[in-house]
Each structure stands twice: as structure tokens, then as C-alpha cells.
């Protein structure tokens, strides 16, 4: 009796064909390359916005580190000013015995440099940032006068071109 029903279980179950093995495995595949596919893509698009977030984050940080000197500054230094550059006459880094000095913001290869009196300049953007355009324009259609600051940045380490223009006016204290 035993050798009778082991037998007919064996005629029952009979597992899996070649052909639901195929079908199984190309499932499978299928299913892996698109879970790849869009891991790939989000790592890609990632860093895609993290260069555009990273671009832009530094221009800003330039851009307000300028705008706070200019509302800081007592007025504007013209004879050293032109479009590229400008040179701020301030009471803030005072060299010794010294009540005034000055400040220059003025393009350094492909930064934004800040040149303090009697200092080496620094720059305000890293080198992972291009600066493509700096541009100083004074403007004196009011009873207050403003300088406006126009900052074209682009990102540096990647083929894609991410770039930003940004702009801000602020004015002098001494207005």
C-alpha cells in the first residue's frame, strides 16, 4: 500500500516546467533592470540637484557678503571703482591709527575676491563655482544713491551647465 500512494504522489506532483522556469526568470530580470534603472536615475538626479542647490547657495553667500559690506560702508571709493570692481571706504578693519579704509570686491581669475586694507585677498567663492560675470553699477535717481551688484555664477565640476544671475541693490550708510 505504501509503494502505491508514494507513486501516485509523484505522478501529482510534478514541479515546475522548463517553461514556467523561463517565464519565472525573465520576470525577475525584468523587474531587476527597471529596480536599477531607478536607482541609477535618482542618484543621478541627485546630483544634479545637489550641484544646482550648491551653485546657487555660493552665489548667494557671495552676494550677501557684498551687499552687507556696501550698507556697512561710509561711502564709495571712485577713483579705484570701474564696472568689475568696487572699493568701499569703511570704519570696519581698521589698520592701527587708522580711522578709515578700504575694501575692494573684484574678479580673481574666476572668483569673487574680497581685499581688505593691508590683506591678502580672499576669495568668496570655491573653486567648484565659476564666476562668469561681476558687475558694479551706481545708481543715482533718487536723493539715494545705490550700488547694484550683478553676480553670474556657474557650476564647475560637472558637464551640465547650471547657472544663476543674481542681483542686489543696497545702499551706503553714509546716504
Known amino acids: 500500500m505504501k509503494s502505491t ?7 501529482n506532483n510534478k514541479g515546475f516546467s522548463l517553461m514556467e522556469l523561463l517565464v519565472y526568470l525573465s520576470i525577475m530580470s525584468f523587474l531587476l533592470v527597471s529596480i536599477v534603472s531607478f536607482v541609477m536615475w535618482m542618484n543621478s538626479y541627485s546630483l ?16 550677501d557678503v ?24 569703511t570704519t570696519h578693519y581698521l589698520p592701527d591709527n587708522e580711522n578709515i579704509s578700504f575694501i575692494d570686491f573684484f574678479l580673481c581669475g574666476t572668483a569673487v575676491c574680497l581685499k581688505k ?29 545705490s550700488i547694484r551688484t550683478s553676480l553670474t555664477v ?5 558637464g551640465e551647465d547650471y547657472s544663476f544671475t543674481l542681483t542686489s541693490t543696497a545702499i551706503p550708510r553714509s546716504y
Open 66 to 89: 557684498i551687499s552687507y559690506e556696501i550698507r556697512g560702508a561710509k561711502g564709495v571709493y571712485m577713483p579705484t571703482t570701474s564696472d568689475s570692481q568696487l572699493s568701499l571706504e
Open 5 to 11: 500512494s508514494l507513486q501516485s504522489f509523484f505522478k
Open 154 to 158: 556657474r557650476y564647475n565640476n560637472s
Open 48 to 63: 544634479q540637484a545637489n550641484a544646482s542647490s550648491e551653485t546657487l547657495e555660493n552665489a548667494r553667500t557671495a552676494l
Open 117 to 145: 586694507e593691508s590683506q591678502e585677498s580672499i576669495a568668496l567663492t570655491p573653486d567648484s563655482v565659476e564666476v562668469t560675470n561681476l558687475s558694479f553699477t551706481q545708481i543715482n535717481n533718487s536723493s539715494l544713491p
